[in-house]
């Protein structure tokens, strides 16, 4: 059974940093495209950053280009999606995700199957 379990949202100042973790187990984690959505409120899950295992490759919003970075322990069966640089408007509940097939696209949250239960990271001062 596919469980995805997200930790390490909160309350930060604008400017600040957050690293979310995504503990995973049930599911080879060398073969699944795994990756970070958000969801603010009133508006639709949109993806945040997207590591696909087969080959490496990394994919990452316009918006959180630069700012954000994503990265995976295979010991610890986690991934990490460090947050630099906060602004307000990063404020959303954040989820993992993961897949064997990415169907719709890397970034696109119809390509996802298995999901966590979700963190709250709101940017305020």
């Known amino acids: 059974q596919v469980q995805l379990v997200e930790s390490g949202g909160g309350l930060v100042q604008p400017g600040g940093s957050l690293r979310l973790s995504c503990a995973t187990s049930?599911?080879?984690?060398?073969?699944?495209?795994i990756g970070w959505f958000r969801q603010a409120p009133g508006k639709g899950r949109e993806g945040v950053s997207v590591f696909l295992t087969s080959d490496g490759t990394t994919y990452y919003a316009d918006s959180v280009k630069g700012r954000f970075t994503i990265s995976r322990d295979n010991a610890k069966n986690t991934v990490y999606l460090q947050m630099n640089s906060l602004k307000p408007e990063d404020t959303a509940v954040y989820y993992c995700a993961a897949n064997i097939k990415v169907v719709a696209g890397p970034l696109s949250p119809y390509s996802y199957d298995h999901w966590g239960q979700g963190t709250q990271v709101t940017v305020s001062s």
């Open positions: 049930g599911f080879s984690f060398d073969y699944y495209a």
